[in-house]
């Protein structure tokens, strides 16, 4: 790599991580604070590593990092939402913040759109950005025995069937191995957990249908992607923050997860945010939030 080239990156890495405490404070609705702006001068960003290739396209992630750490950390993998259909890592690079702000590393990860490749190209590519994570930690310094996935709608569905899906899973077979990909816990951000729901019947969803196109053999697909397939014993500690009042992936998907995870014997939460839709939640409701998902980590012994 030529000096310029390093150059460029590392120009592009500061920007990208100023760019984004911005874009954090401004969807929190909070002021670029002290403890904020020092994340701009602890950490480094690696972007756009290419985890895999798949139907002609490279995906990419981004490593964020802090720069006088050499000892290895808790990880946050974090994936985008907008239905399978739309979205950028970038765009939602700030709900990295919370986790920077405590010292960890973080993954932001791209996946095929329906666009480009239908079901379940993302959930193949939510598992190849994993096995990526767990190859490559010894370069990285990512711990993994604290490995926590997390993402919105759709993301929080790529994080939950991520980190469920079993070892020797057919959708593993793009990216082949023997690691054990187990993880600490999963923070799913109102994430879909029974994607046939949205396929027909009242709660029927055009992303959904999207995402599926008009492949023969759609509802066996839909089951195997879901996570409420794979809600038994044994499961990751999973964490659901979930509004009652979600016009864009039903309420009844958090809850039956729950409900299904507790028959395992499975741990998990379910934190509702009263009369909250899709995300957009208030500052306080996020605080609140943030709150339980750090009394969540302790319990599951990710942090002290």
Not at 5 to 18: D, E, G, Q, Y
Request: include cysteine; charged fraction near 20%; proline fraction near 5%.
């Amino acid at each position: 790599m030529t000096l310029r080239v390093i150059r460029s990156v590392l120009a592009r890495s500061l920007a990208t991580v100023a760019s984004v405490v911005l874009m954090g404070a401004l969807a929190y609705g909070q002021e670029t604070t002290p403890a904020l702006l020092q994340i701009a001068d602890r950490y480094w960003m690696q972007p756009d590593v290419v985890y895999a290739t798949a139907n002609n396209t490279q995906l990419k992630l981004d490593i964020w990092y802090p720069r006088d750490s050499q000892e290895p950390t808790p990880t946050v993998v974090f994936f985008h939402g907008g239905g399978w259909i739309f979205g950028a890592k970038e765009g939602a690079a700030y709900q990295l913040l919370p986790y920077l702000e405590r010292g960890w590393r973080a993954v932001n990860v791209e996946y095929r759109m329906a666009s480009n490749s239908l079901a379940p190209a993302a959930v193949e590519d939510a598992r190849c950005a994993l096995r990526c994570v767990f190859r490559n930690a010894k370069q990285w310094k990512f711990d993994t025995s604290k490995i926590v996935l997390t993402g919105q709608s759709a993301g929080g569905h790529l994080a939950l069937i991520a980190g469920m899906l079993p070892k020797g899973s057919s959708l593993d077979n793009r990216c082949y191995g023997d690691e054990d990909l187990r993880v600490a816990a999963i923070v799913n951000w109102y994430g879909i957990t029974d994607v046939n729901d949205l396929l027909q019947g009242p709660n029927f969803r055009n992303y959904a249908a999207m995402w599926m196109g008009s492949l023969p053999n759609a509802s066996d697909i839909a089951r195997d992607v879901s996570p409420l397939t794979y809600a038994k014993k044994g499961a990751p500690a999973i964490l659901t923050i979930h509004g009652d009042k979600d016009s864009v992936v039903p309420y009844s998907h958090a809850t039956r997860l729950k409900a299904e995870l507790d028959k395992a014997s499975a741990p998990n939460k379910l934190y509702t945010i009263k009369g909250g839709d899709h995300g957009m939640f208030t500052q306080d409701q996020y605080k609140a939030a943030y709150r339980e998902i750090w009394t969540f980590l302790q319990e599951s012994k990710v942090i002290n």
